[in-house]
């Protein structure tokens, strides 16, 4: 008896390319490829616009003034899927967390935060994992594995709004107001997929998140904070954490390579800066590290001549940290000192502590447990569900 084996390998099924998250340029691009004639390629992209991010669809079939033929072909040829949530989680304070799967071994968080801006903020994760290890912050112990899309980015506005219910877009009553690039990663390091994500966003056409609502933080990637204010016209904050170079060498390592003073050069270039624009400056409050009062009077003297807003964050910790958090007493005697010399200072109330999604927390639990432990997990709670 002889056993022949077919060896013949057969080409994996593509995915067909999804249109959600894509920016005016992409779905125009789109339309073409689907068939439709140039001249009439942006104004089909345009009627897909509104469907996707003004009433947030994720069925052709729903787009009522689009011919029948043409959604026929594009549901055909496209989808309009949000990424995987992998896992979801809401503190006991409301803060919501999502891991967003974005395939094998690529996944990020994103958190809503309410109550915050004019109404609630979403932080957005413009990297997969972090390269700038600073060493008080458990996401930059985390290796990075790539940069997100543009589409990517957006695509964690669209979940949150799915889960707050905010379709069709309105401007009243709104839940998400403003958008902080504070997740994972370092957005100057991803700057053309921040900026088209930003012009997706904030698009008066679909989710229309004014660009003052918008907030880039950095750890200090100085020679592109010049241009993330000429292609954005966001809000910049600076996550700073220190007054002397020797000490930000430690905490935030990038300052070897920009140190403080390259840095405050690159912030005074960033347009329009004014009392009504101001830079936001984050400094987290570790104990005995820079919370001292002498500290306070440094970062006064640091700031002169910027425009700035401190927020003074106190220290979340994380399993395996050598930090702790500064003395709440101490915490309010340093922001009497700058509140003193003119700077407002708000103590950042801790948010999303108990679920790892505060400032520095993020996707550290996801990262200990693996995925397969996750989806048994979820099968685990469906079966007890069906049970009950």
Known sequence: MSIE?????????????NL????????????ISAGVEEKKARMRANQLWRWIYHYGVTDFAKMTDVAKELRA?????????????????????????????????TEAECVYIPDVGKAGALCVSSQVGCTLTCTFCHTGTQKLVRNLSAAEIVNQVMVARDT???????NEDRLLTNIVFMGMGEPLYNLDNVVEAIATITDGEGISISRR??????????????ELGARTGAGLAISLHATNDDLRNELVPINRKYNLKELFD?????????????VTFEYVMLKGVNDTLAEAKDLVRLLKGVPSKINLI????????????????TIEAFAEV???????????????????????????????????????????????????
């Open 5 to 17: 084996l077919d060896l013949s390998r057969k080409p994996a099924a593509t995915a067909p390319p």
């Open 20 to 31: 959600a998250g894509r920016g005016r340029e992409g779905l125009r691009l789109a339309m």
């Open 73 to 105: 072909v594009l549901g055909e040829t496209f989808v309009l899927q949000r990424p995987e949530v992998a896992a979801a989680q809401t503190s006991v304070d409301g803060t919501r967390k999502w891991l967003i799967g974005y395939g094998p071994n």
């Open 164 to 170: 707050l219910g905010e379709w069709p877009t309105s």
């Open 213 to 226: 609502r918008i907030t880039v933080s950095t750890a200090g990637v100085a020679p592109k904070i010049p």
């Open 266 to 278: 690159a912030i005074r270039q960033y347009p329009d800066l004014s009392n009504s624009k101001r």
């Open 314 to 329: 106190p220290f979340n910790p994380w399993p395996g940290t050598k930090y702790e958090c500064s003395d709440w007493e």
């Open 338 to 388: 700058l509140n003193r010399a003119g700077y407002a200072s708000p103590i950042r109330t801790p948010r999303g502590r108990d679920i790892l999604a505060a400032c520095g927390q993020l996707r550290s639990e996801s990262v200990k447990q693996k995925a397969s432990e996750r989806l048994a997990e979820r099968l685990a709670a469906k079966e007890a569900a069906a049970e009950g």
